[in-house]
């Protein structure tokens, strides 16, 4: 019987000390790493400030390529535009430029937030 009991403390007293070195070398790989890697995280404070930085609307540079007119602003052509700028960006042609003189004009609404006319 004596046998049996040095043999289970024996089995955990193995088990017991492969776990304690499974958590040693972990540690040791954990902080060996931490320490080898360069420090990435450290902060460096903004070139400038938000509030120093003025919002940059894309359309605009849109607009000013495709020689477009806004709001009051005296059309550059005379007569009809040719394409039309719409606010998600894209650029439509004759078709949707009729849509959008007909949703501004007569009231119809064809779904399009319209940004500016163009040549």
């Not at 903004?46 to 009051?72: F, K, M, S, Y």
């Amino acid at each position: 019987m004596h046998a049996a009991i040095r043999e289970i403390a024996s089995t955990a007293t193995h088990k017991t000390l492969n776990r304690m070195l499974s958590l040693l070398l972990f540690a040791i790989a954990f902080f060996g790493v931490q320490h080898l890697m360069p420090n990435t995280l450290e902060y460096a404070p903004p070139a400038t400030t938000p509030a120093q930085v003025e919002p940059v609307n894309p359309l605009i540079a849109v607009a000013e390529e495709h020689r477009c007119w806004t709001g009051d602003q005296r059309p550059l052509v005379d007569g009809f535009p040719g394409h039309v700028l719409l606010a998600d960006g894209s650029v439509g042609g004759p078709r949707l430029v009729g849509k959008a003189l007909e949703q501004i004009f007569d009231g119809k609404d064809h779904g399009l937030t319209i940004y500016a006319f163009c040549v």
